[in-house]
């Protein structure tokens, strides 16, 4: 199953406290404490495996180092290793504490969650010509406590968008060779599928259904991926009894959720062509035209159609018409 809306607790580490000691080398008096470590950090770096957020589906408090106190001979305490949090691009991390809001756009990128508590100081940085013998120290400062929600949003450039059984899943497995599931029946895809054409990223959304917008079926889980698409590829079956119908379905969900989901350029293509009689074809595809001139008919049994697919993902990439 995959996790992509979690709520955590996250804590950087405290900073270790300052020694009191003095120099125990003959001749060499005077104060010798050190400082106590840095507290960890916690950061969250994004990366390309779409499940990782399943890592908080149980733990959900999660904790940095904390820095080591210091030591006596000047010996400062070692800080707190940083604590870093594996999320997939594309996770809107919400700062539940504070209101803030960010997010990762980039594999390797690196966001600081909470930040780590700095280390008190040990009594040989009180020294003074008036204190030789200080005792004063610092404690460490403690570190940061928030809590986040951590939300997946697919970054991708084309969505397959489309009722149950419409082929988004077997279309996008012949353009992209993902291994996405594929059986005939309705919801075989019960989460996101990422492919790669060249350059050009492809989600498999999983079907929505008549108000999906209000939460019905998997509902709003899956129209919020649909948000970062730059493209949409919309595809109906040629065994539907009504095209128009399973068209306009789609596109009141869709606006429902976010009209600017509407303004997204938009392709239209009636799969499973090989299912229907060539005389049903031809009438499906003249309605489906009327929506869109230029929709066309695809199988992943015929090369012909699925050579037609690529040209326009190759002309979408010579345009690089989402930039």
């Given at each position: 199953?995959?996790?992509?809306?979690?709520?955590?607790?996250?804590?950087?580490?405290?900073?270790?406290?300052?020694?009191?000691?003095?120099?125990?080398?003959?001749?060499?008096?005077?104060?010798?404490?050190?400082?106590?470590?840095?507290?960890?950090?916690?950061?969250?770096?994004?990366?390309?495996?779409?499940?990782?957020?399943?890592?908080?589906?149980?733990?959900?408090?999660?904790a940095a180092e904390n820095g080591?106190?210091?030591?006596?001979?000047?010996?400062?305490?070692?800080?707190?290793?940083?604590?870093?949090?594996?999320?997939?691009?594309?996770?809107?991390?919400?700062?539940?504490?504070?209101?803030?809001?960010?997010?990762?756009?980039?594999?390797?990128?690196?966001?600081?969650?909470?930040?780590?508590?700095?280390?008190?100081?040990?009594?040989?940085?009180?020294?003074?010509?008036r204190n030789t013998s200080p005792?004063?120290?610092?404690?460490?400062?403690?570190?940061?406590?928030?809590?986040?929600?951590?939300?997946?949003?697919?970054?991708?450039?084309?969505?397959?968008?489309?009722?149950?059984?419409?082929?988004?899943?077997?279309?996008?497995?012949?353009?992209?060779?993902?291994?996405?599931?594929?059986?005939?029946?309705?919801?075989?895809?019960?989460?996101?599928?990422?492919?790669?054409?060249?350059?050009?990223?492809?989600?498999?959304?999983?079907?929505?259904?008549?108000?999906?917008?209000?939460?019905?079926?998997?509902?709003?889980?899956?129209?919020?991926?649909?948000?970062?698409?730059?493209?949409?590829?919309?595809?109906?079956?040629?065994?539907?009894?009504?095209?128009?119908?399973?068209?306009?379905?789609?596109?009141?969900?869709?606006?429902?959720?976010?009209?600017?989901?509407?303004?997204?350029?938009?392709?239209?293509?009636?799969?499973?062509?090989?299912?229907?009689?060539?005389?049903?074809?031809?009438?499906?595809?003249?309605?489906?035209?009327?929506?869109?001139?230029?929709?066309?008919?695809?199988?992943?049994?015929d090369d012909e159609s699925i050579?037609?697919?690529?040209?326009?993902?190759?002309?979408?990439?010579?345009?690089?018409?989402?930039?």
């Amino acid at each position: 199953m995959l996790i992509d809306d979690v709520r955590i607790k996250v804590a950087a580490g405290h900073g270790g406290r300052g020694a009191v000691a003095f120099n125990k080398n003959l001749m060499s008096l005077g104060p010798a404490g050190g400082s106590g470590g840095k507290g960890g950090s916690v950061f969250a770096e994004g990366i390309s495996d779409l499940s990782a957020l399943n890592q908080f589906r149980y733990k959900k408090e999660l904790a940095a180092e904390n820095g080591l106190d210091g030591r006596n001979q000047f010996k400062d305490g070692y800080d707190g290793k940083d604590l870093i949090l594996s999320v997939p691009v594309g996770t809107v991390i919400r700062n539940l504490t504070n209101e803030t809001e960010m997010e990762t756009t980039k594999i390797g990128e690196r966001l600081l969650l909470a930040k780590g508590g700095k280390g008190g100081k040990g009594n040989f940085h009180f020294r003074s010509s008036r204190n030789t013998s200080p005792r004063e120290f610092q404690p460490g400062l403690p570190g940061e406590k928030f809590e986040f929600r951590l939300e997946l949003k697919l970054i991708a450039d084309i969505g397959l968008v489309g009722l149950p059984n419409a082929g988004k899943s077997s279309l996008l497995n012949e353009l992209t060779n993902a291994k996405s599931k594929v059986a005939n029946y309705p919801f075989t895809t019960l989460e996101p599928n990422l492919g790669v054409y060249y350059e050009i990223i492809i989600a498999d959304i999983p079907g929505l259904i008549e108000e999906s917008s209000k939460g019905k079926g998997l509902g709003i889980k899956f129209l919020k991926h649909v948000e970062r698409t730059k493209i949409l590829f919309h595809l109906i079956s040629a065994e539907s009894a009504s095209i128009p119908k399973d068209y306009k379905i789609i596109r009141k969900e869709l606006g429902a959720y976010n009209k600017s989901l509407l303004k997204k350029p938009e392709y239209l293509f009636l799969t499973k062509s090989d299912e229907v009689t060539p005389v049903e074809l031809k009438k499906k595809l003249a309605a489906a035209k009327k929506i869109n001139k230029k929709a066309i008919a695809v199988s992943v049994y015929d090369d012909e159609s699925i050579m037609a697919v690529k040209k326009i993902l190759n002309e979408i990439k010579g345009k690089k018409i989402w930039a």
